[in-house]
């Protein structure tokens, strides 16, 4: 923490005071302060005197001597024990009080009339004002020893002095006026009247309730002010004039009420000078709580997931925070966001032919792994310090389209149409992307890895949001950026298993090499098919899937009968053929039935509910919202009529956007949970300015995630769920809503 207040400090001192006492009277001007006295003793000599007021002192280490006279220089100063200080910005230093007197020695080859020398001093008062350096410049007339250089009219000395503004500054309780007061029952109402000349820095407001049994503080968020790049404080948000907003407040009692609200702010003169941070606390009394105001009340003890993760940022150590995430991404390599990177990975190590071997098969997948990662990293802090999913921008259509069509031509290659080394028209094509991992190269697996990281994997989870929500914050771009890489690698952990086994597991040459590298040519293709659903209606989709298993079956002998005598294995692939024919087969059947899903293409067959219209009110009805203006509106008129409400973000191109809607939000318990509850969605499909700004709204990273509102317009931030939920978990989340 010392550098830090070295830096700010220094930062303030350019335009001022650092500090603001509450002193009824305005601090003594520098000059006055530290009066200067110089005046020449010999030709050669100088002495410099100060006459310090009372209750002000100097540094000892802070008073400089500087020729300005050619052909003149200053000798070393010897300057006078002074008295020991331990200073909070400086540490141990020495200081002077009352008066102080330094010999000044001039060296010179030539004889001169006068000599001008720039003198720097600092110094505080106990008060707590410190000054900026004070400068005076002198000219000293030396033809005369008793000349009085004091900066007198008549004393031939010229003095350029550097001083604070002469008017004196408010003191911070009218600089800046704070109000609150009591709104309804669940409400309070804070302000900040901010006088011409001042500014108020968003980040240092905290509010908080002390001696109020019984009542809480719920989650608020301070309105978004002028940002400011401050050299002190980094990025920041400053507020002129005026500052108001609501707080929620939760209560176990619904009589009236005493409380005590304590709010903490800091601020800055625009012509330099800082305030120290202020505090003020105001007594309220809370009316009687009616009974939907009661039901409007929430725990806000608790802190959301990617809130514990931000402020564990803050204060693990480096050290503990990359192996904290390095588990995340661990975790999170066991969720469907990973799977996709598996056939990728399995088909860069088969395409090396039958030369590859253990360790080739780690070092191709640790290439493709720091690639991702590193691509992961970089783009992650560039979206953090600048806004924006940038991932989201590389789920454009013909994009997609795109890189489905290389994964088609690499699982061709894999099917022996052509060689695995590609055609000179092809190469050219693809040269930044895939072709060079056909042969097995570590650029090859690398180039792949990074652009798995863009296109396979785009969706937020909560240690992500987290990381960024940090960087967002705070501007510390490489412990923010060290945790993502962490994260990275750890997700990356079973692609490193499998290439560190690869050399054990798949074949080395003959027969078998080729229908290993058929299995994975069908699993790239599934690759594509799967890239495809984010942009093609999920009808053709589901019909993609059912020729990806339909056609391989027919490989797999599933319709030609078996000769007499066939092996085990004939048999095993026969039977596995047969499940792939009739599992394709389920699925057009459900297609035509208006099933959409593969994965329930009978879905509601038997029940009376063949429709697709049926099929779709299985699940949550949304009401979507297209802009910040629209989204306000509904908000308003749902808490006029005291309703809940679930407000979801969701995209095509995220897979866990697609789980919650498959398989969380269908559950009958969560529908019944959610009962009675306005259900509105953000749909981030397109990259397009009202989606950014839905987006900043509620500083969210990207899809999926939940915002819960308990009757107000008023985010309850403890309950935001970033990422996939399963049903049993999501209803403890809305359980601890009630």
């Known amino acids: 923490m010392l550098h830090m207040k070295i830096i700010l400090f220094c930062f303030l001192s350019l335009f001022g005071f650092t500090n603001f006492v509450y002193a009824e009277d305005a601090p003594l001007p520098g000059d006055q302060a530290f009066k200067l006295t110089v005046k020449a003793v010999k030709s050669d000599q100088l002495e410099l005197s100060w006459d310090v007021?009372?209750?002000?002192?100097?540094?000892?280490?802070?008073?400089?001597?500087?020729?300005?006279?050619?052909?003149v220089q200053i000798s070393p100063l010897i300057l006078p024990e002074g008295k020991s200080k331990h200073d909070a910005t400086f540490g141990d230093v020495i200081i002077y009080r009352n008066s102080l007197k330094v010999p000044v020695s001039l060296v010179s080859t030539n004889k001169l009339p006068s000599v001008k020398v720039l003198v720097t001093y600092r110094g505080c008062a106990d008060r707590g004002i410190c000054y900026p350096p004070q400068k005076q410049l002198v000219d000293v007339d030396l033809s005369s020893f008793s000349t009085d250089a004091s900066g007198s009219s008549n004393s031939g000395l010229t003095n350029v002095l550097t001083k604070a503004p002469s008017d004196d500054l408010l003191p911070p309780e009218q600089a800046f006026v704070f109000n609150s007061s009591v709104k309804d029952a669940s409400t309070l109402h804070v302000s900040w009247k901010i006088a011409k000349g001042y500014y108020l820095y968003r980040e240092k407001i905290a509010l908080s309730l002390n001696n109020s049994d019984g009542v809480q503080?719920?989650?608020?968020?301070?309105?978004?002010?002028?940002?400011?790049?401050?050299?002190?404080?980094?990025?920041?948000?400053?507020?002129?004039?005026?500052?108001?907003?609501?707080?929620p407040i939760t209560r176990t009692n619904a009589q009236v009420q005493n409380i005590n609200l304590e709010a903490k702010y800091q601020g800055c003169a625009e012509r330099g000078v800082c305030y120290p941070l202020m505090t003020n606390s105001n007594a309220l009394v809370l009316p009687v709580a009616d009974s939907k105001a009661a039901s409007a009340t929430v725990d806000s003890s608790k802190v959301s997931e990617q809130d514990q993760i931000v402020n564990s940022l803050k204060s693990d150590s480096f050290g503990a925070t990359l192996l904290t995430f390095y588990g995340f991404g661990v975790l999170i390599s066991l969720t469907p966001c990973i799977f996709p990177m598996i056939p990728i990975l399995s088909g860069i190590i088969v395409g090396h032919g039958n030369k590859i071997s253990t360790l080739q098969g780690f070092l191709l997948s640790l290439s493709y792994v720091v690639a991702s990662a590193s691509t992961?990293?970089?783009?992650?802090?560039?979206?953090?310090?600048?806004?924006?999913?940038?991932?989201?921008t590389f789920q454009q259509p013909w994009i997609i389209a795109l890189f489905s069509s290389i994964f088609v031509l690499l699982s061709l290659s894999m099917f022996g149409f052509y060689d695995l080394e590609l055609p000179n028209s092809l190469k050219t094509k693809l040269s930044n992307s895939s072709s060079k991992h056909q042969d097995g190269s570590l650029w090859g697996a690398a180039i792949m890895g990074a652009l798995s990281s863009l296109i396979v994997g785009p969706c937020v989870a909560a240690p992500l949001a987290g990381a960024l929500i940090f960087i967002g914050q705070t501007g510390d771009a490489l412990l923010g950026g060290g945790a993502l890489f962490a994260m990275g690698m750890g997700m990356?952990?079973?692609?490193?298993?499998?290439?560190?086994?690869?050399?054990?597991?798949?074949?080395?040459a003959g027969g078998w090499l080729n229908s290993t590298k058929a299995i994975f040519g069908v699993l790239m293709l599934g690759v594509a098919v799967w890239m495809l659903s984010r942009i093609l209606p999920g009808a053709v989709t589901a019909l993609l899937w059912a020729v990806l298993l339909i056609i391989p079956s027919v490989y797999l002998s599933a319709v030609d009968p078996l000769p007499n005598g066939s092996s085990g294995w004939a048999k095993l692939w026969k039977g596995l053929g047969l499940i792939m024919l009739a599992?394709?087969?389920?699925?057009?059947?459900?297609?035509?039935?208006?099933?959409?899903?593969?994965?329930?293409?009978?879905?509601?067959?038997?029940?009376g509910a063949t429709s697709a219209a049926t099929v779709a009110e299985e699940g949550l009805v949304f009401e979507r919202v297209a802009t910040v203006a629209e989204l306000e509106e509904k908000l308003k008129q749902a808490s006029a009529n005291h309703k809940k409400i679930m407000l979801d973000y969701y995209a095509d191109w995220c897979i866990s956007c697609k789980e919650m809607e498959a398989y969380t939000f269908t559950d009958a318990k969560v529908k019944a949970a959610l009962k009675g509850y306005v259900l509105l969605q953000v749909d981030?499909?397109?990259d397009t300015d009202e989606n950014k700004a839905l987006l900043k709204k509620y500083e969210l990273v990207g899809p999926p995630a939940t915002l819960f509102f308990n009757g107000s317009t008023e985010e309850i931030k403890a309950s935001r769920v970033i990422g996939y939920q399963e049903p049993e978990v999501f209803l403890k989340t809305l359980e601890a809503l009630k």
């Open 583 to 607: 599992y394709g087969l389920i699925i057009i059947l459900g297609v035509s039935l208006g099933n959409t899903n593969p994965l329930q293409p009978l879905k509601g067959v038997g029940a």
């Open 217 to 247: 503080l719920g989650s608020y968020t301070i309105p978004h002010g002028t940002p400011k790049e401050d050299d002190a404080f980094g990025k920041v948000e400053i507020f002129h004039d005026e500052l108001t907003f609501d707080l």
């Open 376 to 392: 992961y990293t970089i783009f992650g802090v560039l979206a953090a310090l600048f806004g924006g999913n940038l991932q989201a």
């Open 492 to 508: 990356g952990m079973p692609l490193l298993l499998l290439g560190l086994s690869a050399g054990k597991l798949l074949p080395k």
């Open 53 to 71: 007021v009372e209750g002000y002192y100097l540094y000892r280490d802070h008073i400089h001597v500087v020729s300005k006279t050619d052909d």
């Open 684 to 686: 981030l499909t397109d």
